[in-house]
């Protein structure tokens, strides 16, 4: 049982600061990628940032600069480091694992960023 528990997130100012962490569980082989996805009401879901078990990552154009994410592969675990957050940055950041299997998701995070 693929298990993804987020944490990290919460209110903060523009211009501020928050690390989102995922750590991953029941699942070590067969993984494609892991990344961060976020939703905001009444918008789709979308792709923040992933980074394949090769190490290539990818960012979505409004966060290139100013997100980073890490993987840590021997503890199954991905982070994302968001600076210089904006207000259009509040969403639910869902984690996600891509594998041979499927995709798995965590329940989501909120971050909100106040102006």
């Known amino acids: 049982q693929v298990q993804l528990v987020e944490s990290g997130g919460g209110l903060v100012q523009a211009g501020g600061s928050l690390r989102l962490s995922c750590a991953a569980s029941?699942?070590?082989?067969?993984?494609?990628?892991m990344g961060w996805y976020r939703q905001a009401p009444g918008k789709q879901r979308e792709l923040v940032a992933a980074?394949?078990?090769?190490?290539?990552?990818n960012y979505a154009d409004s966060v290139k600069g100013r997100f980073t994410i890490s993987r840590d592969v021997a503890k199954n675990t991905v982070s994302l480091q968001m600076n210089s957050l904006k207000p259009e940055d509040t969403a639910v950041y869902y984690c996600n694992q891509a594998t041979q299997n499927g995709d798995y998701w965590g329940r989501g995070t909120q971050v909100t960023v106040s102006s």
């Open positions: 980074v394949t078990s090769g190490g290539t990552t």
């Open positions: 029941g699942n070590f082989f067969g993984i494609y990628a």
